[in-house]
């Protein structure tokens, strides 16, 4: 591992949502703050700041990473996508953000990005999830707002329109 000098800013190149991009960081400096601070995304949202609400969930290398809890220097080299990449197009909702949005799965807003990133991630891998493994999955998240019921369905709606979506192609 490469010993880094604590007072000194050192570069960090990754891929951010399809686009290769790069800035400075101290070695301290969390991925949370970095994207927010250095890279203007600002859809990763800081809560608890120790694991624990799920609010700055982001996918790295292919892993749910709290970014919170990731340093920015140990994403260098890697592949991140954040909530800003879940659009297919600026000014444009993904299914599950379209979901979300007929379900009123949201209310504050400030749990949204970091449940939308699981979410993602899951059905990505898992297409027809139960309630019960949405409800699974959902535990590593905090929300105050809406009580849940509204994101799982949300969260069942979109497996279910992709399902159905891939099946009417395959014809």
Do not use: W
């Not at 880094?4 to 399809?18: I, M």
């Not at 101290?26 to 700041?49: I, K, N, Q, W």
Request: proline share 4%.
């Amino acid at each position: 591992m490469t010993r880094l000098k604590a007072g000194a800013r050192h570069p960090v190149r990754f891929t951010l949502n399809g686009k290769a991009v790069e800035a400075e960081a101290e070695p301290r400096m969390l991925l949370s703050d970095f994207l927010r601070h250095r890279l203007g995304a600002t859809g990763t949202h800081v809560g608890c700041e120790h694991g624990v609400c799920g609010a700055c969930t982001v996918v790295v290398d292919g892993m749910l990473t709290r970014a919170c809890l990731t340093l920015a220097v140990q994403v260098d080299g890697c592949d991140l996508r954040t909530v800003e990449g879940l659009a297919p197009s600026p000014g444009r909702l993904g299914a599950l953000q379209r979901a979300f949005r007929r379900n009123h799965a949201l209310q504050c807003g400030f749990c949204t990005a970091g449940i939308l990133m699981s979410l993602d991630h899951y059905l990505s891998r898992h297409p027809t999830p139960t309630e019960e493994e949405i409800r699974d999955l959902l535990s590593g998240h905090l929300c105050r707002c809406t009580g849940y019921t509204p994101i799982i369905r949300a969260a069942l709606e979109a497996a279910q329109l992709a399902t159905s979506t891939e099946e009417t192609s395959d014809a």
